[in-house]
């Protein structure tokens, strides 16, 4: 699902004007434009957008980084994109500790904003499916499908036909918004509800 509202945290408001020409041609509604620290703030708690598009160097003394980490205490899922033309180190290392879900450099054109954006968000929702959503038995087939057994096999083991087998794998998909079993077995893996080697290919 795309994000209902974005705010712009950038300091020049030439930069934050051309974002929201990005923004607003491709359907995204723009709820602020903050130039520092306490602006940003300001504007976060009227709105409550759900991305946030951020500058790492603000007005005033306290940066982008510091934002962002606010928000992260406070709003854990907000979508959160850094934009900056700083590459040093010291500095993409301290954006990377808050854990955003992208890092776009400047300049970079409206195609890559909104590809940014999109993936942004197939990033959180693969991040943070809902467990409870997966039954018991959506992931004993799955722990199955990760061990390389065929429909077949699954329904024979479950007393269950290969039709329902396959149609679990499709619900399994959906739940967990990806498109391959591979897939689903990553995430399942990452989140420790199985301990198993996703399958090749």
């Not at 399942?188 to 290919?201: F, R």
């Amino acid at each position: 699902m795309s994000p209902d509202k974005v705010l712009i945290v950038e300091d020049s408001i030439l930069t934050a004007e051309v974002i929201k020409g990005y923004l607003t041609d491709n359907g995204f509604t723009v709820c602020g434009i903050a130039k520092s620290f306490m602006e940003a703030n300001a504007c976060f708690e009227e709105h409550n957008p759900s991305l946030l598009i951020c500058d790492i160097h603000l007005e005033g003394k306290k940066n982008g980084i510091e934002f962002v980490t606010t928000i992260r205490e406070n709003h854990p899922a907000t979508l959160i994109i850094f934009i900056s033309s700083d590459m040093q180190l010291n500095v993409l290392s301290k954006a990377q500790q808050t854990k955003p879900h992208a890092y776009l450099t400047k300049p970079f054109t409206e195609e890559q904003l909104i590809t940014t954006i999109q993936m942004a968000v197939i990033r959180n929702n693969q991040d943070n499916p809902a467990k409870f959503d997966l039954t018991d038995k959506d992931l004993e087939v799955l722990n199955m499908l990760g061990q390389g057994l065929s429909n077949k096999q699954i329904g024979e083991q479950l007393f269950i036909s290969p039709h329902t087998v396959d149609s679990r794998r499709r619900k399994i998909l959906l739940k967990l918004n990806v498109t391959s079993i591979n897939q689903a077995l990553c995430i399942a893996s990452e989140k420790g509800w199985l301990h198993i080697n996703p399958v090749e290919g």
